[in-house]
């Protein structure tokens, strides 16, 4: 009988081999608890991903009990510096790439990698303007930096800072400066529709609550504006900027979002007296094109660094105008720098309860009892201990030592593991798995950086997670069997999103209204649909349809409404969310054609992008109607949140 359990014992390890994965479970087995027989019963866990039953990788399949002995002993999370570093490090923020955003917006925008003020440095909440400058440096010279790399290239070291301020740091820095100026709203508009960025200032309080980032901060502030489009009258479709607040949290999966354009006019002209104080400036790899009549007065002087008053996060800064600090006959402008009140990064809930040990996992080697076709099994007759009898155990050479030391959350659905390894050894992971779940799969790492924290290197996991959900986790590192690992931990995840199922369906008899909304997209009334998309060679080539657009080299008409019949075929997405811990008054729930649209002369539409809006917390909505024949991206986004996009799926439409 033991001649029949050794050969299994031995694949087991042996497939150690292929992945560190692999040895998260065996090594532990061997030091901690015999591998048991108990035939037909499944695994409760099974390895996730491309060493999964069905793929071409080695079986991985294991239980978990409590230890025998020994107390979990607590995890700490990061303090919000050390947070915000790892998280800009691995999740975007600073001034580094780290990949694709989580939703890739077909319209283009943004232009440039978003860029947040608060990326650690002494003045992070107050660096608004050089936050955005930061950004309109990336796009016109290719400059890499940050809001608190800019502040040491200037002389104000106090409060906000001024457009002055920041063309200081670009000249100081890099050699470089940007056009600056009081613009007329219009100039503004001209400047972006021709392909410029710029950074505008104004009063936050002025932006409606339910669409500012931080709904409590109505003072002096500083955005980036990457675009403008001059929206769809016809179908209710307001003119809007493309606004990178530097408020937001790229990290976290902020990526800008449409403003209506009168709302940030009205921001920018109150704090410039009536026109906007602005910063612009054209990427490299053209000509930037002529701008008829810009009507531009010079910007007055940076009000005297010094001692200023910073009230707490919530009040409203009351900077004083004054008419002697701007040129005969020029507007009032307020003599106050943008970020003089300091504003502080939102706390997030990362979750609770993180510990390690107190967990035992041993391996399950009987999955080859219940599906003998799987690659890693042996062949040969099943194996019976008698009761009470255990087979002897394989003592494995130690591996490195492999420590958890924290683990946090600066974006919904994704945590943050940290680990040490010592001495270091390649390749590591980190494995996880829901607690309580069975059969569960385990999942792995979704991207890895190592940075130092608090004096020690550091390799930290970025892990895909469902909100309020208690995980198992376990770090690995090495390969075979001198494969290490960690004691097992446990973490319960907090805000994010719990559920998100699309499924596309017909709409029986559907009703046809169009809403109204903030944003430039085409809105559904509540309880009814937008008329679908027709393909211009269903309806004999367009003729008729007086708004055409071309999504991906095929040509649709997007006034459909009025080409009679065809308009009761309808397909929405429904689309089913439940969120924990995110504060909103509603969610937006839109669905993206996969292709930017765009009109007979090139320009961009909107039109195409379909918006229906949905309670906060949980809810069901259907959003359509949609394209017959064209894939879309459905998206939920809690309005005013500072994360954007929660989450998304890409649907075809049959």
Known sequence: MLASIVPKLLVFLVSLAVGAGVASVAVTATKDRSPVSDVGTSPEYVLAGADTPSGPGPVVAFNEEPAPSGSPAPVPTLSPDDLNAAANELLGGGPQ?????????????????????????????????????????????????????????????????????????????????????????????????????????????????????????????????????????????????????????????????????????????????????????????????????????????????????????GSSASPAPSTSASPSGSPTVTVADAGDTTVELPSSDPGGGASNGGIITFPVFDICLINPSLPACPRGLPALFPPGVSPPILQLPLGPTVKITFVDSARANQVMVGFTVDPPTSPADVKFWAQGASPAAVGHASAMSSLTIQGQTTIVAQLDTKAATTYNVQAVAGSGILTGVSQVGTFTTGNGVETFDVAVSSVASPSFKIGTGLSPYTKQAADAFVYPMVRLDQLGGGTGCQLQANFGGTGWCLDQRDMGTTSSVCTSAQVTYALSGIGADSVAVRAFPVQAGKLPGGALTLDGVVEAMGPPGSGTVKVGCLGSGMSYTITIDAVGDDRGVLASKVVDVP
């Open 97 to 313: 790439d780290v990949g694709p955003p989580s939703f890739d917006d077909p319209t283009g925008f943004p232009r440039i990698r978003p860029v947040t003020q608060f990326d650690g440095g002494p003045f992070q909440g107050a660096n608004c303007t050089l936050a955005s400058g930061a950004m309109l440096a990336r796009l016109a010279f290719g400059i890499v930096t940050t809001g608190s790399v800019l502040r040491t290239l200037q002389d104000d070291q106090d409060g906000g800072t001024g457009l002055n301020d920041l063309n200081t740091a670009l000249w100081r820095g890099y050699g470089v400066t940007a056009s600056t100026g009081l613009l007329r709203p219009q100039a503004l508009k001209d400047l972006l529709a021709n392909g410029y960025g710029a950074v505008i200032q104004g009063i936050y309080g002025d932006i409606p609550e339910q669409i500012r980032l931080q709904r409590d901060f109505t003072g002096g502030h500083a955005i980036y504006l990457d675009g403008y489009y001059p929206g769809n009258p016809a179908r209710g479709i307001p003119e809007a900027y493309y606004v990178i607040d530097p408020l937001g949290r790229p990290h976290s999966g902020y990526q800008g979002d449409w403003w209506p354009a009168s709302i940030v006019d009205t921001f920018a002209e109150a704090w410039g007296g009536g026109r906007i104080a602005a910063m612009w400036a054209f990427p490299p790899g053209g000509v930037p094109p002529k701008v008829v009549g810009p009507d531009v007065l010079p910007i007055p002087p940076d009000p005297p660094s010094g001692p200023s008053h910073s009230p707490a996060p």
